[in-house]
């Protein structure tokens, strides 16, 4: 048997629809997996055992449509499960043959590409996303696990790229830590000025502090890194994303709110501090990074008056004590 995951959105996404590959190879030790997503995820789902093979829809993206069904015909799977819901996807799937497709049956379009449609809402429901994407493999007779399962299901393996490199920029007499302050967007934010108050915080002789993001955050972090240059690493665009990957892998702990980078460093048994608003869907019971040492932070109470806003004032209110408490007693 051979099943097609489908997921082209974001990396937090896909670490958390990886699961899903180690619960069909538990379920079915002889089936083969393969996994649609995009090239900027591409090294994190090659990190996973249990994904046999790695499809990237920016290139069938790049063929004609014809093209893209006959690409996706040859790889002849049975079953493609679509955990994003994406309406090109479902048609080319369709029309190359699969037999059965399997998608939510809230996305209209799945009503005329999908022949196994799974009932549920996940802006309403109180499970957390990775059991949510668990719902969709119903049809393949696999039920809901508990978090602490599905957490066991990654299957990374070690990551190697650049292992000597980033091993070289670790300091073994101390905890090494990444502050990541930035979301592009993705998620609501904690604040430079508690980052920046969290540095202060952390004894130069205890802590090793790296910022991480990319080249253009660096840009909208450009006080707080000239502020505490002496004292912090400023990795900010420095790695590839197999590197960075072997980065966290090898670092002591992770602060962040809702990003891939948390959801990365929880899967690879990081400490990983995430925090979050107490606000539907963006809270930790939908988003919670999920790994042996993950922590979540979040305001107890409501937060309706910053609903509309990205300036979060719930999330600010976590006292940057509150987070090097935490990292010294890790």
């Known amino acids: 048997m051979h099943i097609l995951l489908s997921r082209t959105d974001s990396i937090g996404d896909v670490v958390l629809t990886l699961p899903l590959a180690g619960l069909l190879k538990e379920k079915y030790p002889g089936c083969k997996i393969s996994f649609l997503g995009r090239s900027y995820t591409q090294a994190i789902i090659e990190l996973s055992r249990h994904v046999d093979r790695f499809e990237n829809w920016d290139d069938y993206e790049k063929l004609p449509a014809h093209e893209q ?19 090109k ?61 599905i957490g066991s299901h990654y299957g990374f393996k ?8 980033m091993g070289a920029l670790l300091d073994i007499k101390r905890k090494n830590i990444v502050l990541h302050p930035k979301s592009k967007g993705s998620a609501r934010e904690w604040g430079t000025a508690n980052f920046d108050r969290l540095i202060e915080l952390l004894p130069a002789d205890t802590f090793r502090i790296f910022i991480s993001g990319t080249q253009e955050e660096a840009g909208l972090m ?26 966290l892998s090898l670092a002591d702990g992770i602060v962040a709110a809702s990003t891939g980078p948390l959801h990365i460093a929880a899967a690879l048994g990081c400490t990983a501090i995430g925090i979050y608003p ?4 963006m809270h930790p019971g939908r988003w919670a990074p999920i790994g042996e040492k993950a ?31 935490r990292l010294l007693v890790n």
């Not at 890194?225 to 990957?245: C, M, N, S, W």
């Not at 107490?278 to 869907?281: A, C, E, S, Y």
């Not at 305001?299 to 999330?315: I, L, P, Q, V």
Request: one cysteine or more; glycine letters at 4%.
């Open 222 to 247: 450009k006080e707080l890194l000239e502020k505490h240059k002496e004292k912090i690493v400023d990795a900010t665009g420095r790695f590839t994303l197999p590197e960075f990957i072997t980065f």
């Open 158 to 165: 070690k990551p190697m790229e650049g292992l000597e490199k």
């Open 278 to 281: 107490p606000i539907r869907p």
């Open 89 to 149: 996807i479902a048609a080319v799937a369709k029309k190359a043959g699969i037999i059965n497709r399997v998608g939510t049956s809230h996305r209209i379009f799945h009503w005329f590409y999908c022949n196994r449609l799974i009932s549920f809402s996940r802006r309403r429901s109180d499970l957390h996303e990775a059991q949510l994407n668990c719902k969709l493999l119903a049809p393949l007779g696999i039920e809901v696990p508990d978090l602490q399962l």
């Open 295 to 325: 922590q979540v932070l979040v305001k107890e109470g409501t937060c309706n008056d910053c609903r509309k806003s990205r300036n979060c004032h719930c999330m600010r209110e976590i006292t940057p004590e509150e987070i090097a408490k």
């Open 69 to 87: 069904v006959q690409k996706l015909r040859v790889l002849q799977t049975d079953w493609i499960v679509h955990v994003f819901p994406n309406p």
